[in-house]
Structure formats: structure tokens, C-alpha cells
């Protein structure tokens, strides 16, 4: 079964940045799309950011759209999200997610595995 791992979050001041990777263990991502979403108390989980496979289209939330990106390492088989000038209200648990087939990059219930999450806090 694949397992994504995620790593890199943190406590931020506003307006600092950090960058989150996501792994998939024991084997290489080769797939339809990796994406990033995320869900703070109280809210529902909402999309962050993705990127297709294939020929690297990146795609994001209005929200974060200018301040965060998505990138790979294909050597080392992960996915990064930048995070760039930080808001506390980017604060939430932050999971990378893998879809396999073709559809909408936006809808979480369209994706087949997620990582644990990895909680970023942001203090103003």
C-alpha cells in the first residue's frame, strides 16, 4: 500500500517561510497528480495547491496563489510545497495527497492516498 510522508512543518512568525515535502515510501511517484491541501480547526479540509504529473502543470488556491509553490524532485522522489510570506490564517494541518486518475485536481475525495499530515503554525 503506498504511503505518503510528509515532513517540514513548523512554527513560523507571520510573513517568514516554510517549505513542506511529501515522500512516497518504498517506491516512485508515478502518477496522474500530487497535491497539496489542508485543514485548520473548525474548517473543512480545503485544496492548496497540485501538480500533474505529467508535463508539471501546477495549479493553486486563489489563496495562497503568488506565495506558495508546488515543485518535484524526481531524484529524490518528493514533492515540495514552498510557502512564502506566511499569514496566520495559512495556520492548518497540512496533508499531501496522490491522485491516480484523471479529474478534477481540486476535489479531496478525488484523491486515493494521503499522507498523516504535518501541522503549520503561523503567530502573527
Known amino acids: 500500500q503506498t504511503q505518503l510522508v510528509e515532513y517540514g512543518g513548523g512554527v513560523v512568525q507571520a510573513g517568514r517561510s516554510l517549505r513542506l515535502s511529501c515522500a512516497a515510501s518504498s517506491r516512485t511517484f508515478t502518477t496522474f497528480a500530487v497535491g497539496w491541501f489542508r485543514q485548520a480547526p473548525g474548517k473543512e479540509r480545503e485544496f492548496v495547491a497540485a501538480l500533474k504529473w505529467s508535463g508539471g502543470s501546477t495549479f493553486y488556491a486563489e489563496s495562497v496563489k503568488g506565495r506558495f509553490t508546488i515543485s518535484r524532485d524526481n531524484a529524490k522522489n518528493t514533492v515540495f510545497l514552498q510557502m512564502n510570506s506566511l499569514k496566520p490564517e495559512d495556520a492548518a494541518v497540512y496533508y499531501c495527497?496522490?491522485?491516480?486518475?484523471?479529474?478534477?485536481?481540486?476535489?479531496?475525495?478525488?484523491?486515493?492516498?494521503w499522507g498523516q499530515g504535518t501541522q503549520v503554525t503561523v503567530s502573527s
Open positions: 495527497a496522490e491522485k491516480t486518475w484523471y479529474g478534477s485536481l481540486r476535489n479531496d475525495w478525488e484523491y486515493d492516498y
